[in-house]
């Protein structure tokens, strides 16, 4: 009888022994998953580097240029899109009642009284005094449309840091520009192509954006009509990404233009020529 007890005894032991084992294999995946775990890599920390653009949301200046303009200010003033922060009029001494038209349309508008006579002097008083992200200019004879501005303003925020309006590129066009000013338009940019390697459809358009950061870029010492060009081969020689963007320019509304094709281009020549000879050091900041 008791080595049959014995018997049994060790037939449950060895029994145990084998129910030990099977638990033992089941729970040994534990240590594997263990090392998975061990694998995963936690990823690096992300140095966010503040853009170098203001907000998507960007404030928008128009800058204004006038003289004698009363009678275009109820269109171009109306054109304007709503959201457009600051409408800034530059007035050189008008003997008409443009100041009072413009506040009349606008009560917000802000009058800057110009000192020295001709568009680039106004264009650069504007410019200066304007606390928008974007700053805009445009002629005040109605023959622009501001509901380009919306263009300008998107192609900014996409990426560019200077955007000319071109009357010359595709889906724009013009029903103001005669035949010897279109050959005079071609001659410039011709000449500032080969002078300095900018392409540019339409160099002598007064409708341009640019953000206001780099406005130290352009620094303009220019006080006549040759503005325009002068801000096209400055925005190339800084660098600065330029887009051109459609625009169709109707007719003068009212009164004459101060506009000379002689003249005019004379000083736009004079203009190629010195920033050509001039050594030009981009600002650093």
């Known amino acids: 009888m ?5 018997s049994v005894s060790l037939e449950g032991l060895d029994r145990i022994r084998r129910a030990t084992v099977r638990t033992t294999k089941s729970v040994s995946p534990a240590p594997a998953e263990a090392k998975v775990a ?12 503040p853009p170098t653009r203001p907000r998507l949301t960007p ?31 530059v007035d050189g001494l008008s003997r008409d009642d443009t100041e009072r038209v413009a506040k009349v349309l606008r009560p917000d508008v802000r009058i800057i009284r110009q000192t020295t006579r001709g ?55 013009s029903a103001d520009i005669t035949r010897i ?3 005079g338009d071609m001659g410039i940019c011709w000449m500032i192509r080969i002078l300095f390697g900018a392409r540019y459809s339409d160099v002598t358009y007064g409708f341009l954006g640019l953000w206001a950061n780099k406005l130290s870029s352009i620094d303009i ?17 800084a660098g600065l990404k330029t887009v051109e963007v459609p625009c169709f320019e109707s007719n003068r509304i ?17 203009v190629i020529l010195r920033e050509r000879l001039r050594r030009y050091h981009a600002p650093t900041t």
Not at 38 to 49: A, F, G, M, R, Y
Not at 147 to 171: N, T, W
């Open 2 to 6: 008791k080595s049959r007890s014995s």
């Open 254 to 270: 009212y009164g004459t233009s101060n506009l000379s094709a002689t003249r005019d281009g004379l000083r736009i020549l004079r």
């Open 59 to 89: 404030t928008v200046s128009v800058i204004i240029p006038t003289l004698n303009e009363a009678g275009n200010f109820p269109y171009v003033l109306n054109t304007l899109p709503a959201w457009v922060h600051e409408v800034i009029v």
């Open 38 to 49: 061990q694998k995963v890599k936690v990823p690096p920390e992300i140095n966010v580097v």
């Open 119 to 173: 568009k680039g002097a106004a264009m650069r008083a504007g410019l200066e005094a304007a606390t928008g992200d974007i700053l805009i200019a445009m002629d005040a004879d109605g023959s622009m449309d501001g509901a380009a501005i919306v263009a300008i303003r998107e192609a900014l925020v996409q990426g560019a840091d200077y955007v000319k309006g071109s009357r010359f590129c595709a889906g724009a066009g």
């Open 221 to 237: 010492d220019s006080d006549g009509f040759e503005v325009e060009t002068l801000i096209g081969i400055r925005a190339h020689r």
């Open 181 to 183: 000013r279109r050959l």
